[in-house]
């Protein structure tokens, strides 16, 4: 090796770059921005489908034509007494005309013959029928927001819980008395046929209801309440029979007070059927599903006293059924702003209790009043 040589380049390992990445492009970033946002997006997309829902539901209802006014007739009927002609008021007294006396039994016209219109009493079970139908019709499009059970945020998130249950006793009223207008109300005997408006309305109010589609719980009721019209049309056309026997009413009352026995156990346990004791937030629920059975067989009996009348005169049993609809109907309209789960003998009150008290009465009459009715 000589002085002037140069020393060799030392070697080193190469370094590895780092792969060029190109910047993304604009869209791309507002896009994978909008995907992670998908949640949100699809729960705005169910939301607004709803809601779309339910103001197409409210224009439904806005829209349904009213239902056709009953003749004049009937108020008629109701001011005469049977056998008696109508009154026909007569004219004011004023002065005649002067004809001249050649031409006067001419030209007078005869007296225009006053036909009084036909006397259109209610058929036997309209007043039933109808009764059923109101109590449907006042939970289900009557009251504020509907039927709420099957409502998205009154019924799965338990906001109006009170309203909740309440229509709730109505319905297992509604679902008992269906049952026995199927079974006993239309048939002669059980070799009879069934009624088929009433049995599809039978089957129709049997659908949950906390159905909020497919079917809905709201609709299928609706739907059970155009048929009970139906039937009431035919009635009155003599081609569907409502039967006012007495079994039948002992079949119906024997319902009714099974459905207030439940109810008032309810309302006096003091433990759950696991052994834990019955919690204050459960305690509105049985509280206002009591109101609603007390709230529906109020209105069904009073129908009852109307189309049972003569077989009550016969058993002489009129004041037992109207005390059971006193007691119902004061129950009713118990109605506190706070529903309290005292103790019995605390200063705090015990609604639950308070409840139970009318309840336990009218179990106790309609009890009574089916023993007089089994009796000779």
Known sequence: MT??????????????????TEAPAPETGKLKKLLRQRFFLVTLVI???LGGLFVWGAFYELERPPKPEQPAAREIAKSEKPGVAPHVPEPAPGPAPQAAPETAAKTQAPPPVVTPAPRLEPVKGEAFTRALIKIMDDQVNQTIFGWRPNAIIFGKFGLTDNVNNLQLGVLEVV????????EHLTRFAVTEAYNPR????????????????????????????????????????????????VDNLIALTATYKDILGSSYHNLIKDTEADGSPVSWWVTDDYFYAA????????QMLEAVKEDFHQELLKKNSHKLLEDAI??????????????????????????????????GEAEHVIATLQTVLATN
């Open 175 to 182: 679902r008992r008395t269906l049952v026995v207008l199927n």
């Open 3 to 20: 002085a002037n040589a140069e020393p060799p380049p030392e070697r080193r390992l190469p370094i590895p770059l780092p792969p060029e």
């Open 47 to 49: 939301l607004l489908f």
């Open 198 to 245: 009433v049995n599809e309305a039978m089957n129709f109010v049997m659908v949950s209801p906390d159905k909020y589609w497919f079917p809905s719980a709201s609709g299928k009721y609706r739907e059970a309440m155009r048929d009970l019209e139906t039937y009431i049309n035919s009635l009155r056309q003599g081609r569907s029979r409502f039967y006012t026997r």
């Open 326 to 359: 006193h007691a119902l109907h004061t129950g009713s309209h118990l109605a506190p702003w706070v529903v309290t789960n005292g103790s019995k003998d605390g200063i705090l009150a015990n609604h639950r209790a308070n409840m139970s008290t009318y309840i």
């Open 291 to 298: 109101k609603g059975v007390a709230l529906g067989m109020s």
